[in-house]
């Protein structure tokens, strides 16, 4: 078994990190460069930022915060929000990002995860999946930061983004999302089941045990959060050496 990694997200709205429940209701939670280097040497094995107002807004992703991050970091990490052009991703690699995040826009025109894939490696491009349970048993996905119902059912689009060449796809259950009761399990081992590319589990961690499950229930191959890591809840060694306590590889 491959080593499981755990990666901490950074929500940037207006150059801050924010952070709410259930996409709403969003906090400050200080600054992404200072939150990131904290990361850095607490040996996380990845980050993700994303600019979670980049799409609804209009605008697109900060290249500074690229910049700088390249030059300050020495983990892979990812940025989303926003990007919709192969234009925008040659700038955020370019910029120094390892990896880019699509989500509404790859919806909007799957032919952006192909074109994006030949270019620049399946391993630079990242597809988030925003999904909420619809009915029991049932998962949509959703997109514009949460806000519209595709009424595309999340296993379908999974199995599509990996078929269109995407090095992983980034699962986020809307219902968990920052309210630290634990990952949605079911979908994600549906997911994790279903395709043959890693699936990061995102949006409920709460406990030490709850990261554990996203792995061992949910066939996780990376485990992300937020709030947990920005408020001092726990520390990234602290997770992985429960992890390591319960026999999952992780990098100590």
């Known amino acids: 078994m491959l080593a499981k990694r755990i990666i901490p997200c950074l929500d940037i709205k207006?150059?801050?990190?924010?952070?709410?429940?259930?996409?709403?209701?969003?906090?400050?939670?200080?600054?992404?460069?200072?939150?990131?280097?904290?990361?850095?040497?607490?040996?996380?094995?990845?980050?993700?930022?994303?600019?979670?107002?980049a799409t609804n807004e209009k605008r697109a992703t900060v290249l500074d915060l690229a910049s700088r991050l390249a030059k300050e970091l020495?983990?892979?990490?990812?940025?989303?929000?926003?990007?919709?052009?192969?234009?925008?991703?040659?700038e955020i690699i370019t910029a120094g990002a390892d990896k880019v995040s699509l989500n509404t826009a790859a919806?909007?025109?799957?032919?952006?995860i192909s074109e994006g894939a030949a270019q620049f490696g399946s391993q630079a491009i990242v597809v988030a999946i925003d999904v909420k349970e619809s009915s029991p048993g049932s998962w949509s996905v959703f997109t514009h930061s949460g806000t519209r119902d595709t009424g595309i059912k999340a296993e379908e689009w999974a199995q599509e983004v990996a078929r269109r060449g995407a090095g992983e796809i980034l699962l986020t259950s809307m219902d968990r999302d920052g309210a630290q009761k634990g990952f949605a399990l079911e979908i994600t081992k549906r997911i994790s089941s279903q395709v043959s590319i890693p699936v990061i589990a995102s949006g409920g961690a709460g406990s030490l045990e709850?990261?554990?499950?996203?792995?061992?229930?949910?066939?996780?191959?990376?485990?992300?959060?937020?709030?947990v890591f920005h408020y001092g809840t726990f520390h990234i060694r602290q997770v992985k050496e429960y992890m390591a306590s319960r026999g999952i590889p992780v990098r100590l």
């Open 107 to 112: 919806l909007n025109r799957p032919e952006l």
């Open 74 to 90: 020495f983990i892979p990490f990812t940025i989303g929000g926003g990007i919709s052009t192969k234009k925008q991703i040659h």
């Open 14 to 53: 207006t150059g801050r990190v924010v952070k709410g429940v259930n996409f709403l209701g969003l906090k400050d939670a200080g600054d992404p460069l200072e939150l990131a280097k904290k990361y850095n040497e607490q040996s996380a094995d990845e980050l993700v930022f994303l600019d979670i107002t």
């Open 210 to 227: 709850s990261f554990a499950q996203a792995v061992l229930q949910g066939q996780a191959d990376a485990v992300l959060a937020a709030s």
